[in-house]
């Protein structure tokens, strides 16, 4: 008897009246019965109430779940917005709680909804089981199709196999039925640690690691197609094939002025230029090396460095005539200016490669050359 | 004229089935080899995927260039496509949820299929934010990430919003639908001969044991994830409505645009969920579990969310006028007689004259009607995220700007594809999971609950 006892796993009795279960599993809780158990494929209506079960706590762990959502929402909301790296988006404060409500709610409803499915499954019913007594038992084939059935553990204080038998009887069971474990299952002890799971978690361990320093570290600097980075384009000065003029620079469209620069008024007539433009600038140490770059740069190959007219062209154009001449050097700024914009003849305009500040700049420093070689007494000073 | 007394509650299963042929007509499918027009079905969808495949292929390679999309219509087949596909999915979570908390026994027949139609349609919706940048890679940005730029998210952002809320609509989605598979899965377990099989089911079923210590659980659990997942439902749709309402464009700037897209999503979904089970039944003699009562009381929905959406259309017109602002009644006038005029009518008539028809009760019973009007409410409802993204779009403050909007092949490509992808997932569900919740549905038949004197 003992050893009978031992392997068997409980009683089960099955019924096909949904009215005789419940009734049955309200005998059986009077009788104060604790490891026992009713199985049916669906839920039956009133049966918690008549196995005297406790009212599920799952709303309870809802709610937690939700609250903790919803503090991680506010918390990551807050601290990325307005501590970690804090913007003002238009124009309201950088911690604006209704924008950050819909985030805040979808935490709240995630953590909830995964929470506690994760807790009623994991926690509550300790699954995965697929080793439990009952499975693939005859009763558990029944109780899947269109039974119900009841179990009374052998492990129950109370458990009479005889006794629970006779009851069983009198509730009106169609069929009553011992429940054996197989010998592997008397033999099994569930722990923790098993090396399947071990494995699993090593897999998922290495998974989630490689997964995270790849997203992180390669995925997210990809650029497969890059192609698309190189566009066409032309070094200043070289020759373009799509323009029909070959000029691989463009010229301002005929009749405008480009932004910054302004209308010369003065077109063809030096005299006016003189007698009319005055130079805005005032000579001083910044506007002098100014000057004395874009001289060097644009005027310095063919009027020299002093502006003697023997530059580093010599020979390949005509020398032009020497800056420090009696007729340059009482030429007023205007007139120099004129030539710079307009040219004179060999000499072409530099209107488009010097703008109007860096002209005034270059005509102060030619007349600080000029000064250089005609300097007067009081210079020594 | 006949009037039928519809204070009567018509039996939710019909022919009193017992509980052993219901575990039988919903395991037929999984258990029958694939049949002829089952290889047929997945063929063709498989198909329009690879077609979408191919087309997406090409547009990632030599870029977005291959839209249509551009100035001033930046927003057009991707977002179009993805409100559509968002919306498709709306219904499953509506049956599953919402009518669960209202007691509505006649959903069990048609919940866990709809909530598998709206994952795959979630799934298939996602596609299109991750594509429309063309560099599908880099949608990890969107998630708070600690990065090495050090930047975060803009929390401020509606496009933000969706990135949460759909992922939060899809997961839930998941769980819920998963959560119902369980038992289901343990009475598979319970019944296939096959290893195999046998060896999928224990894993998916995780041992359940149809206990009823578990089903008291089980039902709170339920409970639990309805509530929450109406909410959700609602906060999903209006969210995607605030891509468009946030920004400053006449004819998206709209406090209506909330309620009004959630009712579209509705309608939409129930065309859709509508078409693909009559077929369902039809295919898998289901006549009795997914009854004609069940389409009725769904194209009842049909009618009310039709209505709704009409509703919606006029006010949009009334408010352009009467808030006095030119710019709105330009944008609504144009909008019915402008260059997209014909996009407009079109979503007027599937969408509003259509479902009017099921005022009639024949006609609401009628089989090949409700599948004509389902298809055009689906038709009607993607143009009218059409109308809303492109005309508004088109005609924007600068009219030396304005531009008529062209798809090109690949936008098309990849729509096909999309509807490629939805339907391959619909079809290959259809044969390796139950397609009606068995668990449930024995729990509303007149023979399984006791009956108390």
Not at chain 1, 101 to 118: C, D, R, S, W, Y
Not at chain 1, 148 to 173: T, Y
Not at chain 2, 280 to 304: G, P, W, Y
């Amino acid at each position: 008897m003992e050893i009978d006892n031992k392997k068997l796993y409980g009683v089960g009795a099955l019924f096909t009246s949904p009215n005789k279960v419940s009734d049955a599993a309200a005998k059986i809780a009077e009788k104060g019965y604790q490891d026992w158990d009713v199985h049916s494929s669906y839920p039956i209506h009133g049966m918690p109430k008549k196995m005297k079960l406790k009212w599920s706590p799952l709303g309870y762990f809802a709610l937690i779940f939700g609250l903790t959502g919803t503090s991680i929402g506010l918390f990551l909301t807050y601290w990325t917005m307005s501590v970690d790296y804090p913007m003002i988006i238009g124009g309201k404060p950088s911690f604006s709680l209704p924008a950050f409500i819909p985030v805040l709610f979808e935490l709240t409803v995630l953590l909830a909804a995964v929470g506690t499915a994760l807790t009623m499954l994991f926690v509550l019913f300790k699954l995965p089981n697929n080793r439990h007594p009952l499975h693939d038992t005859d009763y558990m084939k029944e109780v899947s199709v269109d039974k119900s059935g009841i179990v009374v553990e052998a492990k129950d204080k109370l458990f009479n196999r005889e006794e629970i038998i006779e009851i069983f009887k009198q509730l009106g069971a169609d069929k009553i039925l011992d429940i054996n474990l197989d010998s592997d299952e008397v033999n099994y002890q569930p722990k923790i640690l098993e090396p399947k799971f071990l494995i699993f978690l090593v897999i998922v361990a290495f998974g989630i690691s490689f997964l995270g320093y790849f997203v992180n570290n390669k995925l997210l600097f990809m650029t497969p197609f890059n192609f698309m980075v190189d566009q066409q384009r032309l070094d200043a000065q070289s020759k373009s094939e799509f323009f029909r003029d070959g000029f691989g620079m463009r010229l301002p469209v005929e009749g405008t002025v480009a932004r910054g620069q302004v209308y010369y008024q003065y077109k063809g007539k030096p005299e006016l230029a003189e007698a009319n433009l005055i130079n805005p600038l005032v000579p001083s140490e910044k506007v002098l090396a100014l000057g004395k770059k874009k001289y060097n740069t644009f005027c310095s190959p063919c009027h020299d460095y002093h502006g003697t007219g023997n530059g580093r062209l010599n020979g390949q154009f005509p020398n032009p005539p020497s800056l420090h001449s009696e007729k340059v050097r009482n030429w007023k700024d205007g007139h120099i200016y004129h030539i710079i914009v307009e040219g004179q003849n060999i000499m072409p305009s530099y209107a488009l490669q010097l703008t109007e500040d860096e002209r005034w700049s270059i005509i102060h420093y030619i007349r600080a050359l000029q000064r250089s070689m005609n300097a007067k007494e009081e210079d020594l000073k | 004229m006949k009037t039928y007394d519809y204070t009567i509650e018509p039996d939710v299963i019909e022919k009193n089935p017992t509980l052993s042929e219901i575990n039988d007509v919903v395991a037929a499918p999984m258990e029958a080899p694939p049949s002829n027009g089952w290889k047929v079905a997945l063929g063709i969808s498989f198909t329009m995927l690879i077609i979408g495949a191919l087309s997406l292929g090409y547009s990632l390679y030599y870029g977005l260039g291959a839209w249509g999309n551009n100035q001033p219509v930046g927003w057009a087949f991707p977002i179009v496509n993805f409100v559509f596909w968002v919306g498709i999915g709306h219904a499953g979570t509506l049956i599953s949820a919402i009518l669960f908390l209202f007691r509505q026994k006649w959903r069990t027949g048609i919940a866990r299929f709809a909530e598998a139609m709206t994952i795959f349609a979630v799934m298939t919706a996602g596609i299109f934010p991750l594509i429309h940048t063309g560099r599908p890679w880099l949608a990890g940005y969107l998630f708070p990430l600690p990065n090495q730029h050090g930047l975060w998210v803009n929390f401020n952002s509606p496009l933000l919003w969706d990135v949460f809320a759909v992922s939060t609509y899809f997961t839930v989605s998941l769980v819920f639908w998963y959560v119902g598979l369980i038992p289901d899965f343990a009475m598979l377990r319970d019944r296939t001969k096959k290893k195999i099989n046998k060896f999928f089911y224990s894993l998916f079923s995780l041992g359940w044991r149809h206990s009823n210590r578990h089903w008291n659980h089980y039902e709170m659990l339920y409970l639990v994830l309805a509530g929450f997942a109406t909410p959700l439902v609602l906060s999903v749709h209006t969210i995607v409505s605030f891509d468009f309402a946030v920004s400053i464009l006449p004819g998206w700037h709209a406090t209506i645009f909330p309620p009004y897209f959630v009712a579209g999503a509705v309608f939409s979904g129930f065309a859709m969920v509508q078409n693909v089970l009559i077929v369902l039944r039809k295919l898998f003699k289901m006549e009795h579990i997914i009854t004609i009562d069940t389409l009725e009381k769904m194209n009842k929905v049909l009618l009310a969310t039709g209505m709704m959406v009409g509703y919606a259309y006029g006010m949009e017109f009334f408010i352009a006028w009467y808030s006095g602002n030119p710019l709105e009644s330009f944008v609504f006038i144009n909008r019915a007689f402008g260059n997209y005029a014909w996009a407009y009518w079109i979503m007027v008539t599937c969408n509003v004259v259509f479902p009017q028809l099921f005022w009639v009760r024949k006609l609401r019973r009628n089989l090949v009607v409700m599948f004509i009007v389902g298809v055009f409410v689906n038709i009607g409802m993607w143009f009218e995220r059409f109308v809303i993204t492109v005309t508004s779009l088109s005609r924007d403050f600068l009219p030396s700007s304005w531009d008529y909007y062209k798809p090109t092949l690949f936008d098309f490509g990849i729509l096909i594809g999309s509807f490629g992808l939805f339907f391959t997932l619909v079809i290959l569900f259809i044969k390796f999971a139950p397609v009606v919740s068995i668990s449930e549905v024995k729990g509303v038949l007149k023979s399984s609950q006791p009956h108390h004197h």
